[in-house]
């Protein structure tokens, strides 16, 4: 029987694929992809010469119909995004939701994220954690920040370079400036960076340094401290 393969792709170094995703991307029928244009330069990096099919948040309501009918007549289809695993803040969940539903095995690969790189590196506590992805831009922001706020356990955050010092401030006015946080930015790539320490010094360094790259979060519980 035909398969959706999930098969998460580098989130900025090329090198952090593995074996088997390079193989199932060669093998299969067909590649679903969040920007084409993007991914080509991936497949081209690795010599791979596969179908691409558009599949993004704003039509895969549209495409999902026709992605099913050709998993049923025996296409084996790879899934990917930009960067990453899909559907960790990405497309993913509504055709995998559908193949589900119809009956049509996946198989998910192990891989990149940035989420877990983060989370590890911050020097807070990673034996338990709340993965929140972004926040509601408008509506229900200030709620879950709230909400936030009373859980037991570190929590990380996705947030664009437009929206991070914003998103700190935010969070300074619920935790206090001397919370502790830690913010990776370029994560795998060539100017990669980690900073850690409290709300109020994260914010003052990144106000007087270039804002570039996707954020990630890592804030602690108000019950934890760094790891000694």
Excluded at 38 to 53: A, E, P
Excluded at 99 to 107: R, S, T
Excluded at 171 to 186: A, K, T, W, Y
Aim: hydrophobic share 40%; glycine share 6%; with cysteine.
């Amino acid at each position: 029987m035909a398969k959706l393969y999930l098969v998460p792709t580098p989130i900025g170094n090329l090198e952090d694929i593995t074996f088997r995703a390079v193989r199932i991307l060669k093998e299969v029928n067909l590649i679903l992809a969040e920007d084409t244009r993007v991914t080509s330069k991936l497949l081209q990096h690795y010599g791979i010469t596969n179908q691409l099919w558009s599949y993004h948040q704003h039509n895969e309501h549209k495409v999902t119909e026709k992605i099913i009918e050709e998993l049923k007549t025996g296409k084996n289809i790879a899934l990917v995004t930009d960067a990453g695993t899909p559907g960790i803040s990405d497309p993913g969940f509504f055709i995998a939701r559908e193949c589900v539903a119809q009956g049509i095995e996946i198989e998910t690969l192990p891989g990149a994220t940035a989420l877990i790189p983060a989370l590890v590196n911050s020097g807070l506590a990673c034996d338990r954690f709340t993965f929140e992805g972004f926040l509601p831009h408008k509506k229900g922001r200030q709620t879950r920040l709230k909400e936030l706020a009373e859980s037991k356990y570190t929590f990380v955050l996705y947030e664009s370079p437009y929206r991070i010092i914003k998103t700190l401030t935010q969070l300074m006015e619920i935790f206090g400036e001397e919370h502790q946080i830690s913010v990776s930015r370029e994560l795998s790539k060539m100017f990669e960076e980690t900073v850690r320490g409290s709300i109020l010094e994260v914010i003052n360094h990144f106000n007087n340094n270039v804002l570039k790259g996707e954020f990630v979060i890592v804030c602690n519980s108000k019950s934890k401290d760094f790891i000694e």
